[in-house]
Protein backbone atom coordinates (compact mmCIF):
# COMPACT_ATOMS: atom_id res chain seq x y z
CA UNK A 1 0.00 0.00 0.00
CA UNK A 2 1.31 3.29 -0.91
CA UNK A 3 2.04 5.84 1.67
CA UNK A 4 0.48 9.70 0.97
CA UNK A 5 2.34 12.26 -0.04
CA UNK A 6 3.97 14.37 2.69
CA UNK A 7 1.93 17.26 3.86
CA UNK A 8 2.76 20.82 4.90
CA UNK A 9 2.69 19.76 8.39
CA UNK A 10 4.56 16.64 8.57
CA UNK A 11 7.56 18.63 6.09
CA UNK A 12 7.47 21.47 8.79
CA UNK A 13 7.38 19.28 11.59
CA UNK A 14 10.60 16.93 9.52
CA UNK A 15 12.56 19.91 9.18
CA UNK A 16 12.47 21.17 12.49
CA UNK A 17 13.49 17.43 13.84
CA UNK A 18 16.88 17.43 11.87
CA UNK A 19 17.47 21.31 12.55
CA UNK A 20 17.17 20.51 16.08
CA UNK A 21 19.51 17.60 15.92
CA UNK A 22 22.21 19.86 14.40
CA UNK A 23 21.76 22.57 16.41
CA UNK A 24 24.49 23.67 18.73
CA UNK A 25 23.66 23.39 22.16
CA UNK A 26 23.92 26.69 22.46
CA UNK A 27 21.41 27.72 19.34
CA UNK A 28 18.49 25.74 20.81
CA UNK A 29 16.76 28.16 21.82
CA UNK A 30 16.69 30.72 18.95
CA UNK A 31 16.33 28.40 16.80
CA UNK A 32 13.22 26.65 18.83
CA UNK A 33 12.00 30.32 18.69
CA UNK A 34 12.13 30.87 15.18
CA UNK A 35 10.34 27.41 14.37
CA UNK A 36 7.38 28.88 17.03
CA UNK A 37 6.78 32.20 15.09
CA UNK A 38 6.08 30.09 11.75
CA UNK A 39 2.65 28.83 13.73
CA UNK A 40 1.62 31.76 15.69
CA UNK A 41 4.02 31.91 18.61
CA UNK A 42 5.25 35.00 19.71
CA UNK A 43 7.86 33.97 22.37
CA UNK A 44 9.14 30.87 23.46
CA UNK A 45 10.44 30.04 26.89
CA UNK A 46 12.83 27.15 27.91
CA UNK A 47 13.30 26.42 31.67
CA UNK A 48 15.16 23.82 32.99
CA UNK A 49 14.38 22.58 36.94
CA UNK A 50 17.69 22.97 39.09
CA UNK A 51 19.41 20.23 40.96
CA UNK A 52 16.91 20.46 44.27
CA UNK A 53 13.79 21.06 41.74
CA UNK A 54 12.85 23.87 43.50
CA UNK A 55 13.94 26.25 41.03
CA UNK A 56 13.29 26.63 37.33
CA UNK A 57 16.12 28.64 35.31
CA UNK A 58 15.41 30.28 32.17
CA UNK A 59 18.10 28.00 29.67
CA UNK A 60 18.27 31.99 27.38
CA UNK A 61 18.83 34.27 30.67
CA UNK A 62 19.25 33.80 34.38
CA UNK A 63 15.28 34.62 34.85
CA UNK A 64 14.05 31.98 37.38
CA UNK A 65 10.60 30.70 39.14
CA UNK A 66 9.87 28.72 41.74
CA UNK A 67 8.56 25.46 41.34
CA UNK A 68 6.28 26.34 44.30
CA UNK A 69 3.89 28.93 44.19
CA UNK A 70 3.38 29.79 40.81
CA UNK A 71 1.44 28.50 37.32
CA UNK A 72 4.86 27.30 35.82
CA UNK A 73 6.08 25.23 38.69
CA UNK A 74 2.35 23.51 38.91
CA UNK A 75 3.01 22.40 35.14
CA UNK A 76 6.31 20.87 36.30
CA UNK A 77 4.77 19.52 39.49
CA UNK A 78 1.90 17.84 37.84
CA UNK A 79 3.51 16.62 34.69
CA UNK A 80 0.10 18.48 32.81
CA UNK A 81 -0.33 21.63 30.86
CA UNK A 82 -1.17 25.06 32.77
CA UNK A 83 -2.91 28.12 30.66
CA UNK A 84 -1.98 31.47 31.89
CA UNK A 85 -3.48 35.11 30.90
CA UNK A 86 -1.01 37.72 31.80
CA UNK A 87 -2.31 41.82 31.97
CA UNK A 88 -1.83 42.35 28.51
CA UNK A 89 -4.34 40.26 26.93
CA UNK A 90 -2.14 37.37 25.28
CA UNK A 91 -1.88 34.17 26.54
CA UNK A 92 0.75 31.40 27.95
CA UNK A 93 0.50 27.48 27.95
CA UNK A 94 3.27 25.78 30.03
CA UNK A 95 3.66 22.83 29.37
CA UNK A 96 5.93 20.08 31.23
CA UNK A 97 9.02 19.00 29.28
CA UNK A 98 9.40 15.37 30.04
CA UNK A 99 12.09 12.11 29.11
CA UNK A 100 9.98 9.31 29.54
CA UNK A 101 8.49 9.69 33.09
CA UNK A 102 11.68 12.18 33.83
CA UNK A 103 11.01 15.68 34.82
CA UNK A 104 13.51 18.34 33.02
CA UNK A 105 11.81 21.72 33.02
CA UNK A 106 8.97 23.37 31.35
CA UNK A 107 8.28 25.52 28.00
CA UNK A 108 6.00 28.93 28.31
CA UNK A 109 4.81 29.47 25.03
CA UNK A 110 3.71 32.75 24.16
CA UNK A 111 0.44 33.68 22.02
CA UNK A 112 -2.51 35.70 21.28
CA UNK A 113 -5.34 32.83 21.06
CA UNK A 114 -5.48 29.00 20.92
CA UNK A 115 -7.29 26.60 19.40
CA UNK A 116 -6.96 22.81 19.05
CA UNK A 117 -4.64 23.04 16.14
CA UNK A 118 -2.19 25.10 18.03
CA UNK A 119 -2.23 23.09 20.90
CA UNK A 120 -1.34 20.15 18.98
CA UNK A 121 1.40 21.73 17.49
CA UNK A 122 2.93 23.41 20.77
CA UNK A 123 2.23 19.78 22.25
CA UNK A 124 4.41 18.44 19.59
CA UNK A 125 7.28 20.96 19.87
CA UNK A 126 7.42 20.67 23.48
CA UNK A 127 8.21 16.65 23.14
CA UNK A 128 10.67 17.35 20.39
CA UNK A 129 12.36 20.16 22.89
CA UNK A 130 12.74 17.21 25.45
CA UNK A 131 14.40 15.02 23.24
CA UNK A 132 16.65 17.53 22.35
CA UNK A 133 17.77 18.65 25.50
CA UNK A 134 18.17 15.09 26.97
CA UNK A 135 20.11 14.07 24.22
CA UNK A 136 22.32 17.54 24.14
CA UNK A 137 22.67 17.80 27.92
CA UNK A 138 25.38 15.06 27.86
CA UNK A 139 27.91 17.35 26.03
CA UNK A 140 26.57 20.98 27.12
CA UNK A 141 28.10 22.70 29.77
CA UNK A 142 25.63 25.18 29.60
CA UNK A 143 23.04 22.90 30.39
CA UNK A 144 24.60 21.75 33.56
CA UNK A 145 25.47 24.75 34.33
CA UNK A 146 21.63 26.20 34.14
CA UNK A 147 21.12 22.91 36.89
CA UNK A 148 22.91 24.06 39.62
CA UNK A 149 22.78 27.06 42.07
CA UNK A 150 26.19 26.08 44.12
CA UNK A 151 29.92 24.79 43.05
CA UNK A 152 29.87 21.19 43.45
CA UNK A 153 32.66 19.52 45.29
CA UNK A 154 34.69 16.73 43.53
CA UNK A 155 33.32 13.43 45.56
CA UNK A 156 30.04 14.89 44.11
CA UNK A 157 31.03 15.42 40.74
CA UNK A 158 32.25 12.04 40.63
CA UNK A 159 29.06 10.48 42.34
CA UNK A 160 26.65 12.69 40.03
CA UNK A 161 28.23 11.60 36.58
CA UNK A 162 27.62 8.42 38.01
CA UNK A 163 24.06 8.98 38.49
CA UNK A 164 20.95 7.78 36.50
CA UNK A 165 18.13 10.11 35.83
CA UNK A 166 15.96 10.32 38.83
CA UNK A 167 13.17 9.22 37.38
CA UNK A 168 12.34 5.79 35.02
CA UNK A 169 9.48 4.24 34.04
CA UNK A 170 7.03 2.57 31.94
CA UNK A 171 3.28 1.56 32.11
CA UNK A 172 4.30 -1.52 34.26
CA UNK A 173 6.47 0.11 36.65
CA UNK A 174 8.12 3.54 37.53
CA UNK A 175 10.99 4.17 40.27
CA UNK A 176 12.21 7.15 40.82
CA UNK A 177 14.99 8.78 43.61
CA UNK A 178 16.22 12.03 45.12
CA UNK A 179 19.28 12.28 47.06
CA UNK A 180 20.68 15.33 49.20
CA UNK A 181 22.57 17.60 49.36
CA UNK A 182 22.70 18.17 46.35
CA UNK A 183 26.48 19.84 46.11
CA UNK A 184 28.23 18.08 49.11
CA UNK A 185 27.13 14.40 48.28
CA UNK A 186 29.55 11.96 50.43
CA UNK A 187 28.60 8.47 50.01
CA UNK A 188 24.92 7.82 48.89
CA UNK A 189 24.01 6.54 45.58
CA UNK A 190 21.03 4.97 43.40
CA UNK A 191 20.99 3.27 40.16
CA UNK A 192 17.98 1.92 38.45
CA UNK A 193 17.72 0.54 34.65
CA UNK A 194 15.09 -2.04 33.02
CA UNK A 195 16.61 -4.91 31.59
CA UNK A 196 13.40 -6.79 29.37
CA UNK A 197 10.79 -7.30 31.91
CA UNK A 198 13.00 -7.09 34.91
CA UNK A 199 13.11 -3.15 36.87
CA UNK A 200 16.93 -3.28 38.98
CA UNK A 201 16.94 -0.65 41.66
CA UNK A 202 20.04 -0.14 44.02
CA UNK A 203 20.79 2.39 46.59
CA UNK A 204 24.44 2.59 48.38
CA UNK A 205 25.66 4.24 51.68
CA UNK A 206 29.46 3.99 51.79
CA UNK A 207 31.21 4.65 55.20
CA UNK A 208 32.48 7.79 55.65
CA UNK A 209 32.06 11.32 54.26
CA UNK A 210 35.34 12.03 52.27
CA UNK A 211 36.46 11.25 48.78
CA UNK A 212 37.12 7.64 49.82
CA UNK A 213 33.72 6.91 50.58
CA UNK A 214 33.04 8.60 46.87
CA UNK A 215 35.50 5.84 45.20
CA UNK A 216 33.33 3.16 47.52
CA UNK A 217 30.49 3.88 46.20
CA UNK A 218 31.78 4.14 42.76
CA UNK A 219 33.27 1.03 42.71
CA UNK A 220 29.83 -0.88 43.89
CA UNK A 221 27.93 1.04 41.70
CA UNK A 222 30.51 -0.10 38.87
CA UNK A 223 30.42 -3.82 39.84
CA UNK A 224 26.28 -3.91 40.11
CA UNK A 225 26.00 -2.31 36.74
CA UNK A 226 28.75 -4.52 35.19
CA UNK A 227 27.20 -7.86 36.73
CA UNK A 228 23.67 -6.82 35.74
CA UNK A 229 24.76 -6.50 32.07
CA UNK A 230 26.47 -9.81 31.94
CA UNK A 231 22.79 -11.58 33.32
CA UNK A 232 24.40 -12.06 36.86
CA UNK A 233 21.54 -12.87 39.52
CA UNK A 234 21.29 -10.96 42.81
CA UNK A 235 24.01 -13.12 44.79
CA UNK A 236 26.27 -12.90 41.97
CA UNK A 237 26.06 -9.47 41.56
CA UNK A 238 26.53 -9.14 45.38
CA UNK A 239 29.45 -10.88 44.97
CA UNK A 240 30.88 -9.06 42.37
CA UNK A 241 30.92 -5.87 44.20
CA UNK A 242 32.35 -7.79 47.47
CA UNK A 243 35.39 -8.79 45.36
CA UNK A 244 35.84 -5.39 43.63
CA UNK A 245 35.96 -3.74 47.17
CA UNK A 246 38.21 -6.30 48.79
CA UNK A 247 40.97 -6.04 45.75
CA UNK A 248 40.70 -2.23 45.20
CA UNK A 249 39.52 -0.63 48.59
CA UNK A 250 39.79 -3.16 51.17
CA UNK A 251 39.38 -0.89 54.13
CA UNK A 252 35.94 0.47 52.88
CA UNK A 253 32.25 -1.09 52.60
CA UNK A 254 29.32 0.12 52.45
CA UNK A 255 25.81 -0.52 52.99
CA UNK A 256 22.79 -1.34 49.93
CA UNK A 257 19.92 -2.75 49.08
CA UNK A 258 20.21 -4.72 45.66
CA UNK A 259 16.38 -5.13 43.82
CA UNK A 260 14.80 -6.74 40.74
CA UNK A 261 11.12 -6.54 40.45
CA UNK A 262 9.64 -9.00 37.59
CA UNK A 263 7.09 -6.82 36.04
CA UNK A 264 4.41 -9.00 34.49
CA UNK A 265 4.17 -10.93 37.63
CA UNK A 266 4.84 -8.26 40.26
CA UNK A 267 7.35 -10.46 42.37
CA UNK A 268 10.27 -8.18 44.11
CA UNK A 269 13.34 -9.96 45.16
CA UNK A 270 16.08 -8.69 47.39
CA UNK A 271 19.23 -8.62 49.31
CA UNK A 272 19.89 -6.54 51.99
CA UNK A 273 23.78 -5.92 52.67
CA UNK A 274 23.29 -4.23 56.08
CA UNK A 275 21.29 -1.56 55.05
CA UNK A 276 17.65 0.02 56.39
CA UNK A 277 14.83 -2.39 55.42
CA UNK A 278 12.63 -1.67 52.79
CA UNK A 279 9.32 -0.15 53.43
CA UNK A 280 6.36 -0.92 51.70
CA UNK A 281 3.13 1.03 51.18
CA UNK A 282 0.18 -0.39 50.26
CA UNK A 283 -3.63 1.24 49.68
CA UNK A 284 -2.19 4.28 51.55
CA UNK A 285 -0.88 2.80 54.23
CA UNK A 286 2.93 1.36 55.55
CA UNK A 287 2.72 -2.56 56.23
CA UNK A 288 4.59 -2.77 59.39
CA UNK A 289 7.59 -5.10 58.97
CA UNK A 290 5.92 -6.38 55.86
CA UNK A 291 9.87 -6.42 54.37
CA UNK A 292 11.90 -6.25 57.97
CA UNK A 293 14.02 -9.84 57.25
CA UNK A 294 17.39 -10.23 58.36
CA UNK A 295 20.10 -8.07 56.63
CA UNK A 296 23.27 -9.35 55.54
CA UNK A 297 26.78 -7.92 55.64
CA UNK A 298 27.90 -4.77 54.27
CA UNK A 299 29.32 -4.91 50.59
CA UNK A 300 32.70 -5.28 51.39
CA UNK A 301 32.85 -7.24 54.02
CA UNK A 302 35.34 -9.59 53.40
CA UNK A 303 34.04 -13.25 52.91
CA UNK A 304 35.59 -15.31 55.82
CA UNK A 305 33.44 -12.74 58.13
CA UNK A 306 30.40 -12.59 56.34
CA UNK A 307 30.56 -16.28 57.27
CA UNK A 308 27.31 -17.37 54.95
CA UNK A 309 25.56 -17.52 51.87
CA UNK A 310 23.59 -14.04 50.89
CA UNK A 311 20.28 -14.44 51.65
CA UNK A 312 17.33 -13.71 48.38
CA UNK A 313 14.49 -12.16 49.69
CA UNK A 314 10.68 -12.68 47.92
CA UNK A 315 7.33 -11.07 47.91
CA UNK A 316 5.10 -10.65 45.66
CA UNK A 317 3.44 -6.84 44.92
CA UNK A 318 -0.24 -6.18 44.85
CA UNK A 319 -1.08 -3.30 42.05
CA UNK A 320 -0.44 0.13 43.08
CA UNK A 321 1.84 -1.06 45.89
CA UNK A 322 4.81 1.47 46.40
CA UNK A 323 8.35 0.12 47.71
CA UNK A 324 10.44 2.67 49.67
CA UNK A 325 14.58 2.22 50.19
CA UNK A 326 16.22 4.89 52.01
CA UNK A 327 19.34 5.74 53.89
CA UNK A 328 19.88 6.44 57.25
CA UNK A 329 20.21 9.84 56.58
CA UNK A 330 16.99 10.05 56.04
CA UNK A 331 15.40 8.92 59.50
CA UNK A 332 18.15 10.58 61.69
CA UNK A 333 17.09 14.14 60.04
CA UNK A 334 16.87 16.67 63.25
CA UNK A 335 16.17 19.74 63.62
CA UNK A 336 18.63 22.11 66.01
CA UNK A 337 18.41 20.45 69.38
CA UNK A 338 14.97 18.79 68.52
CA UNK A 339 14.11 14.96 67.87
CA UNK A 340 15.07 12.80 65.21
CA UNK A 341 13.24 12.72 62.14
CA UNK A 342 12.58 8.75 62.74
CA UNK A 343 11.02 6.30 60.76
CA UNK A 344 7.30 7.04 62.06
CA UNK A 345 8.35 10.87 60.67
CA UNK A 346 9.41 9.82 57.56
CA UNK A 347 6.45 7.21 56.72
CA UNK A 348 4.17 9.71 57.82
CA UNK A 349 5.12 12.31 55.13
CA UNK A 350 5.21 9.68 52.45
CA UNK A 351 1.17 8.58 53.59
CA UNK A 352 0.72 12.01 53.35
CA UNK A 353 1.85 12.53 49.70
CA UNK A 354 0.72 9.35 48.52
CA UNK A 355 -2.99 9.79 49.91
CA UNK A 356 -3.04 13.37 47.82
CA UNK A 357 -2.61 11.89 44.89
CA UNK A 358 0.86 12.88 43.91
CA UNK A 359 2.96 11.43 41.27
CA UNK A 360 5.98 9.26 42.68
CA UNK A 361 8.59 11.99 41.49
CA UNK A 362 6.74 14.81 43.03
CA UNK A 363 6.46 12.74 46.32
CA UNK A 364 9.79 12.40 47.18
CA UNK A 365 10.64 16.09 46.16
CA UNK A 366 8.40 17.09 49.13
CA UNK A 367 9.51 14.85 51.41
CA UNK A 368 13.09 15.48 50.71
CA UNK A 369 12.12 19.18 50.81
CA UNK A 370 10.77 18.86 54.59
CA UNK A 371 13.48 16.63 55.78
CA UNK A 372 16.38 19.99 54.35
CA UNK A 373 14.01 22.19 55.87
CA UNK A 374 13.88 20.86 59.54
CA UNK A 375 17.77 21.38 59.47
CA UNK A 376 18.05 24.42 57.45
CA UNK A 377 19.51 23.14 54.36
CA UNK A 378 22.16 21.44 56.60
CA UNK A 379 22.16 17.80 56.77
CA UNK A 380 24.27 15.64 59.05
CA UNK A 381 24.48 13.06 56.21
CA UNK A 382 23.20 12.33 53.10
CA UNK A 383 19.57 11.48 52.41
CA UNK A 384 18.31 9.45 49.69
CA UNK A 385 15.66 7.99 49.10
CA UNK A 386 13.98 5.48 46.57
CA UNK A 387 10.47 4.70 45.38
CA UNK A 388 9.55 1.48 43.82
CA UNK A 389 5.94 1.44 42.40
CA UNK A 390 3.76 -1.37 40.19
CA UNK A 391 1.14 -1.06 38.61
CA UNK A 392 -1.47 -3.81 36.74
CA UNK A 393 0.58 -5.26 33.66
CA UNK A 394 -2.25 -4.34 30.85
Known amino acids: MSLPPENEGERFFRMLVAHV ?67 DDSLIIWLPLVDGVERLGVVGMHMNALDGALLARCTTLAAVLSMA ?34 SIGETRAVSTAVLE ?42 GCRSARRSGSGLSELVQAVDDALAEWLPDQFCTGIVMMLDMPSGTLSWINCGHPPPLLIRDDQVLEDALAFAGEPPMGTPGALAGRQRTVHEVSLEPGDRVILYTDGVTEARAAGGPQFGLDGFTASIIRATAAGELAAEALRQLIHSILERQNDQLNDDATILMLEWRRPH
Open 21 to 87: QAAPPADLPALVGAYGERFGLSKIDIYLVDLQQRQLTLLQGEDRIPVDGTIAGSAYRAMALRLEAPE
Open 133 to 166: ITSKRAVSDRFVQQARTETMTLRSEMLRALLPPR
Open 181 to 222: PAYELGGDAFDHAFSGSILHAVILDAMGHNLASGLTTAIAMA
